[in-house]
Every structure is written in structure tokens, then in C-alpha cells.
């Protein structure tokens, strides 16, 4: 006797048709598998790296197999380099924060003893994010004054290879402060530069001037006669930042050898930079070696005060849902900035490319 399965109006599926089914069924799942894993837009995204900063001890040393600090350049005291967890309030996300608090304790040769001007930790990807591909770097970023002192002048040059992706034909690098453009008393800013290695050179000579990048969206571009045109001097010269203020970034790159490639930074939900149809890498198998932070501040003076700067929640993705879901593309909670310089109005046409 042969059971109904499948009731399907009047009729019943018997044992070989059921059988039929299930094979369709299996060949469609394998079509729909494969269609997700050539898909990255509808398939698996990743957090390649995702900071624990929440898991750690209050006022405890970040682990440096994760923030490796750089050794050996003459630094007379390396502990800085070794960021902090701290428990504060107010910040966008959790209880606790990544801090780095810079001294005046010197470096042996550098041009400009007792300053302090580098931190660079290298940082490990959990994951190593395939080659290619897009990645965005995103986090919550604060820089404390101490003593009132401004970390950068403004109208000049003093500016820090803040945060980077790096491999063997690329460095991207998102920096803060300030360089050649003009803006508010006591507010610093975002650019991106590229300064390549390895022998692959500029990228996009239209684009570039000396491997910086300025702003160049929503009414934000670079300083005359600093303009290239792909950086027009537009109604603002930067998106000006407030010191003792958190404040939401993206980086996003679209690595491409040939000029298809993106590179654009939001700050609080605003796009400021965006350049499409560019060169981002100098290989077409675009390999990913590592990300890290800091580096050299307050360049070119290496004058930089002494002064602290957070993070929270720092990740390197290809999730674009994921950050718009923890809002990182939105202004994040603060405590209040003491600057005079207010933010930036809200934007009014927010739109993610």
C-alpha cells in the first residue's frame, strides 16, 4: 500500500514522485548555494575584525598579539605604544573604550626632541579578508585635549597616518588633522592619501596631490590652489571635527588594478570623500596584509602635544548591513564636546554608493 505523502488538491504525490521532487528540490539548493557564494552583495558577509574591547579588564593593557606595537625605531619609551582599555561613559557603544594616551618623553634622533611622534601598532586580522573585493574600515573615534591644547593647528601642516589597509600593492590611509586647507579655529579634519610602496607609484596623477587626497562631496573639497580635478575647491574647505567629541567613520575601498576601484570616508552619516572610477591597487590579485594604527603623527613638524585618543568598536568588514545596523553611519552618542566649534548641520542627502 502506498502512502498519500503530499495532499495536492485531489491528488497525492506517490514514492517515485516524491522522489522527483526531492531531486529537483536538491539541484535547485546547489543553483541557490552557488548563486550566494558568486554573490557578495546577497551572499556571506564577514567581520574580518571586530575589537573585544568589552571582554577586557578595566585599565588593562591591550593584548599586543592583537595591537602589535612597532619596536626598534629609537622610541625612548615603548609603553604608550600599548594602548589601553578604559571604562568611561557617554561613549557610542558598550562601557569601555581603546585609548592610546601620547607623552613628551622623546625620540632618540628624531627632529624635534622632547616630541613624541609615533604610536603605530599594527593590528591582526581575525580573518584575513579575501583578495579583492570591498572592505570598510569603520569606528568611533574621539581625540582629547589635555590642558586645552589643540592636538593640530589649524592652517597648517600637522596631520597623522591615523588608520590604514595595507598589502603588497596598496596603502590606503584615512588621516586626521590638518594640511593646506583652511577651516574654523580649534577643528580638525579627514583626507585620505596614498602613499604607495613597492615600487607601484601614484595611482591617479589627476587625483592626486602629493599622494593626498582631499574631500570632495557634499559640498566639502580641498583648498585653492591645492585643487586638482578631482578635488574642486567647493563652498567648505573640510567637514570640521570638534575636539572631545565621538564621532562615526567609514573608510570603504573597492580594490580594482584597473580604474574601477572606489575609495569614499563618511563622518557622522555625511560622505566627504568619494572617488569612483579610479586605480586602488597595484596587482590585479589584490592581496590584504594588514591594517594598523597611528603611525606617525602630527606630520611633518613631529610636534604633536601630548593628548589621548579613543576608539570604539573598531571593525574591518565587507557588511555593509552591519554597519548600518550599529549605526555607524549616524551621529553616535556623545558627552559633549567643549570646543567652541560646533559640528556640522545634519545631512540632508545621505546615500551610500
Not at 613628551?104 to 616630541?115: D, H, K, L, M, Q
Not at 613638524?301 to 585618543?309: D, F, I, L, N, T
Amino acid at each position: 500500500m502506498k502512502h498519500k505523502l503530499f495532499p495536492l488538491g485531489n491528488h497525492a504525490l506517490t514514492d517515485p514522485q516524491t522522489q522527483r521532487m526531492r531531486v529537483q528540490i536538491t539541484i535547485a539548493l546547489i543553483l541557490l548555494t552557488a548563486l550566494l557564494s558568486l554573490s557578495p552583495e546577497i551572499g556571506h558577509a564577514t567581520n574580518y575584525f571586530l575589537s573585544a574591547e568589552e571582554t577586557y579588564s578595566s585599565d588593562s593593557a591591550l593584548p599586543t598579539s592583537i595591537y602589535q606595537p612597532e619596536t626598534g625605531d629609537g622610541a625612548t619609551d615603548t609603553a604608550y605604544r600599548t594602548g589601553r582599555t578604559r571604562s568611561v561613559t557617554g561613549n557610542p557603544k558598550g562601557s569601555k573604550v581603546l585609548e592610546w594616551q601620547t607623552t613628551s618623553t622623546g625620540w632618540v634622533g628624531g627632529p624635534n626632541p622632547p616630541y613624541q611622534p609615533d604610536i603605530l601598532n599594527y593590528v591582526n586580522y581575525g580573518i584575513t579578508p579575501p583578495n579583492g573585493g570591498t572592505l570598510y574600515l569603520a569606528t568611533f573615534v574621539k581625540m582629547i585635549r589635555m590642558n586645552g591644547v589643540n592636538v593640530w593647528t589649524v592652517n597648517a601642516d600637522n596631520f597623522d597616518k591615523a588608520i590604514e589597509l595595507v598589502g603588497s600593492a596598496y596603502r590606503w590611509t584615512l588621516n586626521f588633522g590638518n594640511r593646506s586647507q583652511s577651516g574654523p579655529t580649534n577643528s580638525w579634519n579627514v583626507f585620505i592619501t596614498n602613499p604607495n610602496q613597492n615600487g607601484y607609484g601614484d595611482f591617479n596623477m589627476s587625483c592626486e596631490w602629493f599622494d593626498n587626497y582631499w574631500q570632495n562631496y557634499n559640498g566639502y573639497g580641498g583648498a585653492a590652489p591645492d585643487s586638482t580635478p578631482c578635488q574642486p575647491t567647493m563652498s567648505n574647505p573640510y567637514y570640521a571635527m570638534a575636539y572631545d567629541r565621538w564621532y562615526s567613520m567609514v573608510l570603504k575601498i573597492t580594490f580594482s588594478s584597473t580604474n574601477t576601484g572606489e575609495v569614499s570616508v563618511w563622518v557622522n552619516g555625511t560622505q566627504v570623500v568619494r572617488y569612483t572610477g579610479i586605480k586602488t591597487c597595484g596587482v590585479s590579485t589584490c592581496s590584504h596584509t594588514r591594517f594598523q594604527l597611528w603611525g606617525t603623527y602630527s606630520q611633518p613638524r613631529y610636534a604633536g602635544p601630548a593628548h589621548k585618543r579613543q576608539l570604539d568598536a573598531l571593525v574591518v568588514t565587507d557588511d555593509l548591513a552591519y554597519l548600518q545596523n550599529n549605526g555607524y553611519f549616524s551621529a553616535p552618542q556623545d558627552s559633549g564636546g567643549s570646543s567652541s566649534t560646533p559640528p556640522p548641520p545634519a545631512p540632508t542627502n545621505l546615500r551610500v554608493q
